[in-house]
């Protein structure tokens, strides 16, 4: 292969990158959007300092 080619190739890549980065989501949300969590929030924690270790 060529430098030609070689850098022909790595350009084609970056730019089938960048087409696939910048490109409507593929995700198969439902039309009524994301819910919201339902679950249990976590216990509240006190206000006083605890050392990190």
């Known amino acids: 292969m060529n ?3 070689a850098i022909g190739v ?3 890549y970056f ?3 960048c087409i696939e ?3 409507p989501n ?3 949300y439902p039309l009524s959007g ?3 969590f339902e ?3 976590p216990p509240k924690r006190s206000s006083i300092s605890r050392p990190w270790y």
Do not use: K, N, T
């Open 34 to 36: 994301v819910q919201p």
């Open 10 to 12: 790595a350009v084609s």
């Open 3 to 5: 430098i030609i080619q």
């Open 39 to 41: 679950g249990e929030s």
């Open 15 to 17: 730019f089938d990158g």
């Open 21 to 23: 980065l910048f490109s």
């Open 26 to 28: 593929h995700d198969d």
